[in-house]
């Protein structure tokens, strides 16, 4: 990949905002078409039209297709995307793109980031209801006004915004989730235009229920000796509540203003109890009963005039503005037990985490055609803050301020080289500052200068065949949290280690480069893609785990670092057939496959491994039947995630002596079926049944402790198991 750092060129395009809503706009003044496979198949065309039209690589989902199944939240939606995982098996709020870590992905709503509660500046998309969502968009190649983040890719969740004739939606549901509840979901909006306004609202309330029970087994010597066990029952209740509003006032014919408000507020429930056996797992010694509740609340407003010059040049001055909180409350109460059963005591225990957050980021853009080149460019500020203070911790570790400014520029061309190509480069320049105030008081701070360029090029080969190349330079910064080198305590055992931050750190940088190319066919309702992807790490952020640490020689301490230089490969495959040439048009087999190879070079260690938690394969596969004399679709789904095992070397410190030991986890297959049937009953009102996670798949992690000799120093099992959901829709639409 040294390559890419010596002739990478630079890209480009527009804001990041703008982009979205361009391709929103560009999608919705296409043609209303009547094809082969029904609504899925029409919103399959309009799809791959927004996928030809991009300049860079991306994968395209319509509403259509990402309703097709009734998921409550977005997350559970897209994991049928292509290198789309969730860690666990009962998650979908931490989107893992090809594989690679929350971190990597970026995730926006409607071309910007939501500021949420995750230190990891990611957001948990699972609060966002899948039935307000018009389009979603995967970038794997990014163009240099989408921001620098996405390492892995970008998902920019587009919401709804019916422009045109007045017209509306009204939906509801209700399910059964397995060994649990009832889950559902009212929703309504309605948009169009009246006079030089275009508009759009929507809102909902849903109840999403999910558990996420475990248990734990510990073994030492050996692995023959009994070292506790621990079962612990969790189910957390979503009450959610939605409203989206976008507004376009055509003030002049040279000027529009656009307004959109958001908000979105989660109220979450968690009822947890967990037991824990003596060493030997003859009885349980302990008891712990923990009721959380967690608000999260965030007030987005999106303000934009867009003028235009003459007709070469078109302008843009926005702002983003956004506040929102997190408060978390744990009330607790834990009973130890003797061997007869007898209580031998009682310990109570309540903490209140409160997390408030604003961002504020001001900007302008412009787009000029002159003479073949489109001209982008653009700059601004993304400032963050973020406060919070955990009244349940001494140690002080949760209690900080901290505020980010990100100043940010950017300039690209996109031009034909000889009439069926486009070639688009550019370069963003950004600048970070950093600082956190943590709870005696102390400033720690750090600022970093990146200049990311980023090259695509795009060629149409055949009348329905891209080819693609795309070379872009990104970053990850560090985790929030881990700005604080406060130690933040927890067992202080190799399972559950303390923690500390490394303000030290520097953002982790990546080379990417993608190759792949589209083919289309029966009218651009079947295609065939593949993408071959590489990433080139440097810095690259990991967390270590270390025994000693000043003044405690036996405690475990996980602890941020720059771990070295690594790089990420794979082959992502896509396909859509609609079995023509079986002369049923009207079945459709759909699938893709993503590959991932990693590798880390550690220099603390000197090991080369894998990346952490990262699987080699995950598949979807899937069916698509349309009934035209019923108005009915049958839709079946299988998803897997491969089974995978890793190797980490660990740090020992006892008495100034450093050893290495190793540290092996292995992770299982992950199976899930899924089916839904959607019956068209008129013109204005359908019903949709699904069963979803028919399989119901066991997460298990085997995780086996080394000594520096290579005999077992200790085992830990771990299973969570997963359960199906059923669910029926009724839309009615005008």
Same mark, same amino acid.
């Given at each position: 990949m040294t390559t890419l750092r010596r002739h990478a060129l630079a890209l480009a395009a527009s804001c990041s905002f703008f982009a979205s809503t361009a391709y929103a706009q560009s999608a919705l003044e296409l043609p209303e078409l009547t094809v082969e496979g029904g609504p899925i198949g029409s919103a399959v065309q309009t799809a791959n039209d927004v996928r030809r039209a991009a300049p860079n690589a991306k994968v395209v989902i319509e509403g259509e297709q990402l309703n097709q199944f009734n998921d409550l939240s977005v997350g559970d939606a897209i994991r049928r995307l292509p290198g789309v995982t969730f860690p666990g098996v009962n998650r979908s709020r931490d989107i893992k793109l090809r594989g690679l870590g929350k971190e990597y992905t970026q995730v926006l709503l409607d071309g910007r980031p939501i500021i949420d509660g995750d230190s990891s500046r990611n957001m948990e998309i699972d609060r966002i209801p899948a039935i307000f969502i018009d389009r979603i968009e995967i970038t794997r190649s990014?163009?240099?006004?989408?921001?620098?983040?996405?390492?892995?890719?970008?998902?920019? $969740?587009?919401?709804?915004?019916?422009?045109?004739?007045?017209?509306?939606?009204?939906s509801a549901s209700i399910g059964h989730v397995?060994?649990?509840?009832?889950?559902?979901?009212?929703?309504?909006?309605?948009?169009?235009?009246?006079?030089?306004?275009?508009?759009?609202?929507?809102?909902?309330?849903?109840?999403?229920?999910?558990?996420?029970?475990?248990?734990?087994?510990?073994?030492?010597?050996?692995?023959?000796?009994?070292?506790?066990?621990?079962?612990?029952?969790?189910?957390?209740?979503?009450?959610?509540?939605?409203?989206?509003?976008?507004?376009?006032?055509?003030?002049?014919?040279?000027?529009?203003?656009?307004?959109?408000?958001?908000?979105?507020?989660?109220?979450?429930?968690?009822?947890?109890?967990?037991?824990?056996?003596?060493?030997?797992?003859?009885?349980?010694?302990r008891r712990t009963d923990e009721l959380r509740s967690r608000t999260r609340e965030s007030y987005g407003s999106y303000l934009e005039w867009v003028h235009v010059y003459d007709k070469i040049l078109t302008g843009r001055v926005f702002l983003d503005a956004q506040k929102a909180r997190e408060d978390t409350a744990r009330t607790s109460l834990q009973t130890s037990y003797r061997a007869n059963g007898t209580v031998s005591g009682t310990t109570p225990g309540y903490t209140f985490n409160p997390i408030d957050l604003t961002r504020i980021a001001p900007g302008a853009s412009f787009v000029a055609d002159i003479a073949g080149h489109t001209i982008e460019g653009g700059a601004g500020l993304n400032r963050l803050t973020r406060s919070e203070s955990d009244s349940g911790r001494s140690d002080g570790s949760r209690t900080y301020e901290m505020t980010e400014n990100v100043l940010y520029g950017y300039v690209s061309d996109s031009f034909s080289l000889y009439g069926l190509d486009k070639l688009t480069a550019g370069v963003r320049l950004e600048h970070s500052i950093t600082s956190i105030t943590n709870a005696v008081g102390v400033t720690e701070s750090q600022s970093s200068t990146n200049l990311n360029p980023s090259f695509q090029y795009k060629v149409a080969v055949a009348p329905d065949l891209d080819l693609r190349a795309g070379i872009a330079r990104t970053l990850r910064r560090p985790d929030l949290r881990d700005l604080s080198s406060i130690i933040r305590r927890n067992d202080g055992t190799i399972a559950k280690p303390d923690t500390r931050g490394n303000p030290n750190t520097v953002p982790e940088k990546a080379w990417g480069a993608d190759i792949g190319a589209d083919y289309y066919f029966y009218d651009r309702l079947g295609i065939l893609s593949f993408?071959?992807?590489?990433?080139?790490?440097?810095?690259?952020?990991?967390?270590?785990? $270390?025994?000693?640490?000043?003044?405690?020689?036996?405690?475990? $301490?996980?602890?941020?670092?720059?771990?070295?230089?690594?790089?990420?490969?794979?082959?992502?495959?896509?396909?859509? $057939?609609?079995?023509?040439?079986?002369?049923?048009?009207?079945?459709?087999?759909?699938?893709?496959?993503?590959f991932i190879r990693s590798e880390l070079n550690d220099p603390e260690t000197g090991q080369t491994r894998r990346f952490s938690e990262q699987p080699d394969t995950i598949f979807n596969v899937g069916l698509d039947y349309y009934i035209e004399a019923w108005k009915t679709t049958l839709g079946v789904n299988f998803n897997r995630v491969g089974s995978y095992s890793q190797d980490i070397l660990q740090v020992s410190s006892s008495g100034g002596v450093r050893t290495l030991f190793n540290e092996r986890s292995e992770f299982n297959a992950l199976n899930r079926l899924d089916a839904s049937v959607k019956v068209a009953l008129t013109d204005n009102f359908s019903l949709t049944f699904s069963a979803l996670n028919l399989t119901r798949p066991v997460y298990r992690v085997h995780k086996t402790t080394f000594t520096p000799a290579g005999a077992i120093d200790s085992v830990e099992l771990y299973e969570e198991p997963s359960h199906s959901t059923y669910m029926v829709r009724g839309t009615y639409t005008w």
């Open positions: 990014p163009l240099v006004s989408l921001g620098s983040e996405g390492v892995a890719g970008t998902v920019n $969740i587009i919401t709804k915004r019916n422009f045109g004739p007045a017209g509306g939606a009204l397995e060994n649990f509840g009832t889950p559902g979901a009212v929703s309504g909006w309605t948009g169009g235009q009246a006079g030089p306004l275009r508009y759009f609202l929507g809102g909902g309330y849903q109840r999403r229920l999910l558990e996420e029970s475990s248990t734990t087994w510990n073994y030492t010597t050996n692995a023959l000796t009994p070292n506790r066990r621990t079962a612990e029952d969790q189910k957390r209740t979503f009450d959610e509540y939605t409203a989206l509003g976008r507004f376009e006032y055509q003030a002049t014919p040279f000027d529009t203003l656009i307004f959109s408000p958001s908000y979105l507020r989660t109220d979450e429930r968690r009822a947890q109890s967990s037991e824990r056996t003596n060493a030997a797992m003859t009885y349980v010694d993408n071959f992807f590489a990433r080139d790490f440097s810095d690259k952020l990991e967390r270590r785990l $270390i025994r000693g640490y000043a003044g405690e020689p036996t405690r475990w $301490i996980a602890e941020s670092r720059n771990a070295g230089d690594g790089k990420a490969y794979g082959l992502e495959l896509e396909g859509r $057939i609609p079995l023509r040439m079986l002369n049923a048009p009207n079945l459709t087999l759909w699938a893709n496959a993503t």
